[in-house]
T-cell receptor, first 107, second 114 residues
Framework: KNEVEQSPQNLTAQEGEFITINCSYSVGISALHWLQQHPGGGIVSLFMLSSGKKKHGRLIATINIQEKHSSLHITASHPRDSAVYICAVDRNNDMRFGAGTRLTVKP | EAGVVQSPRYKIIEKKQPVAFWCNPISGHNTLYWYRQNLGQGPELLIRYENEEAVDDSQLPKDRFSAERLKGVDSTLKIQPAELGDSAVYLC????????????FGPGTRLTVL
C-alpha cells in the first residue's frame, strides 16, 4: 500500500464546477504539499500545509492531521486548471509523493 | 528571479549509452533534489544534497547512477550505462532550508532510452 493515496486518479469536469481532490497518508508528517504539474512536466508548488486551511485565489487546501487527510478544492473551475495535481508529504526531510490526479476541465 | 534551470529538456539515447543531466538551482538555495518521475506516477526522490553533501541517496541505484554537486551549486546526474527502464522525466528541485520549506521544481529532462 502506498504511503500517499490520492483520489480520484482521473477527473473530468465542466467549466464552472466545484472540484475536490483527496489525499490520504499513512505516516506521521511535518508538512503536506499540493503540487500542480502541467503537460510537459513543469511542476508548481500550490500549497504547503501543516494544519488547518489555506486559500489562494480559487484554490483552497485543507488538512486534518488526526485523520491523516487533505483535500484540494477548486472553485469555478476553468479549462486552464487542467493539469495533474500531486499530493506530497514531508517526513522530516523525506518526501513521498502520491501518483497524482489528472484533472480535465472542459469548456 | 530565474527558476531552477535544467538541461537538456529532452534526450533520446540507445541503451547502454551514458547520459548526463544538469541542474542549476535557484540562487541561495542550499538544498537540491533529483527526482525521477515515471509515466503516470508521482516523482520519486533519487538524491538530496545539503550544499555539496549528499545527505539522502538511499533511493539512488548506485550501480549505474551517480550524482555530484561540486561547490554546492550546480549539480549533474549521470546514468552509465542507461537501460530501457530508465526512460522517465528527471526533475531537479531546490529549496532554502531542507524539505520543510517550499521546493521549486525545474522543467525536467525527459529521457527516452531506445
Amino acid at each position: 500500500k502506498n504511503e500517499v493515496e490520492q483520489s480520484p486518479q482521473n477527473l473530468t469536469a465542466q467549466e464552472g464546477e466545484f472540484i475536490t481532490i483527496n489525499c490520504s497518508y499513512s505516516v506521521g508528517i511535518s508538512a503536506l504539499h499540493w503540487l500542480q504539474q502541467h503537460p510537459g512536466g513543469g511542476i508548481v508548488s500550490l500549497f504547503m500545509l501543516s494544519s488547518g486551511k489555506k486559500k489562494h485565489g480559487r484554490l483552497i487546501a485543507t488538512i486534518n492531521i488526526q485523520e491523516k487527510h487533505s483535500s484540494l478544492h477548486i472553485t469555478a473551475s476553468h479549462p486552464r486548471d487542467s493539469a495533474v495535481y500531486i499530493c506530497a508529504v514531508d517526513r522530516n526531510n523525506d518526501m513521498r509523493f502520491g501518483a497524482g490526479t489528472r484533472l480535465t476541465v472542459k469548456p | 528571479e530565474a527558476g531552477v534551470v535544467q538541461s537538456p529538456r529532452y534526450k533520446i539515447i540507445e541503451k547502454k549509452q551514458p547520459v548526463a543531466f544538469w541542474c542549476n538551482p535557484i540562487s541561495g538555495h542550499n538544498t537540491l533534489y533529483w527526482y525521477r518521475q515515471n509515466l503516470g506516477q508521482g516523482p520519486e526522490l533519487l538524491i538530496r544534497y545539503e550544499n555539496e553533501e549528499a545527505v539522502d541517496d538511499s533511493q539512488l541505484p548506485k550501480d549505474r547512477f551517480s550524482a555530484e554537486r561540486l561547490k554546492g551549486v550546480d549539480s549533474t546526474l549521470k546514468i552509465q550505462p542507461a537501460e530501457l527502464g530508465d526512460s522517465a522525466v528527471y526533475l531537479c528541485a531546490s529549496s532554502q532550508a531542507g524539505a520543510v520549506d517550499e521546493q521549486f521544481f525545474g522543467p525536467g529532462t525527459r529521457l527516452t532510452v531506445l
